[in-house]
């Protein structure tokens, strides 16, 4: 079976509903067609400020969301970044044959040390992307699905691949990036115009799943629109409307047309009731799901464990094969 891989970071509290639409309600998606791996890169949690003992929470909530979505232990192999030492030692090699220049490009890592300030931000921040190529590379992957904001870091993996393969003979497999348009970008509420990020400057616009649904339903009420009052899917003219209308569609299963044809006539503070409402009806027994998985942390570790053996055995093969190309010896 052709093999699917990706990645969520323990960087918060809850997913919020930019990840879960645009990225992990896929990987639930193909783990029937897809040998599927699935993980929580900790590694790349220490590349902004941390504390280990939040991190170590935030990992483990990260898995029980994980599961609590459908993501199943049975079907794909869910492990955390940490217990897989041969990413770390296949970023290095991949550090050596990236330019400077050419991570210095990266859009992300612009954006993410000008927030942090240039002198404030580490190296990790620098060659996160390599690191995540190196998530990817290691596992033979065909498809990683993401959202939109992960496509540079995917070109990269790619052009990676490529390069070691010319320079060293063939041994990485060239992935592609699976990103559905339609969810690709979720947009913050209050600033329709931006990707829904946890690092805003306000969490106004932003829904996490794990919140109260109360809450959520008062950040969605409040979400900025327009001055007009139709309510029609136009992303430049009216990208507020267009993005509750993408996030009701995402969550109710119907189609946007047929939402747009449903609302003729009426107003804004309908589609805002009925967004959340139907939010509301997803994440009420999502949070008890996720509770209940964190109420028995040894079956959360067996699952890691599982998944960490099975990530191993692929990865080591990997690891081996890239050692041999660039001339290490092999261990006595
Ligand atoms: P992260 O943890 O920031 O986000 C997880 C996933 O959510 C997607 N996403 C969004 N999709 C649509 N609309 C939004 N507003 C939105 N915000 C976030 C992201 O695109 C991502 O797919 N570098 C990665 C984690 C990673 C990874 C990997 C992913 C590390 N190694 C290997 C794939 C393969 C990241 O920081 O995602």
Redesign the pocket.
Known sequence: RPRV???????SDS??????????RQWVALQDDFDAFY?I?DM?ALTVPFDPKVLAERTRLSVAQLLAVGVDPERSTIYV?SHIPEIAQLTWVLSCITGFGEASRMT?FKDKSAKQGVDAAGVGLFT??I???A??LAFG?DR???????RQ??EL?RDLAQRFNSRFGTVLKVPQAHIVSE??????LQNPTA????SAETDKGLINLLDDPKRSAKKIRSAVTDTGSEIRFDVAEKPGVSNLLTIQSALSGVGVDDLVAKYEGKGYGDLKVDTAEVLAEFVTPLRGRVDEYLSDPAELDAVLARGAARARAVASETLASVYDKVGFLAPG
Not at 15 to 24: E, I, K, P, R, S
């Open positions: 891989l990706s990645g969520i970071q323990p960087t997913f919020h509903l930019g990840n879960y639409l645009g990225a992990v993980f890169p790349h970044q992300q996160y992307p690191l995540m190529a998530d990817i992957v990683v699905p993401v959202g939109e904001d992960q870091h995917l993996t969810f690709a970008k979720i947009y913050d990707k829904m990020s946890k």
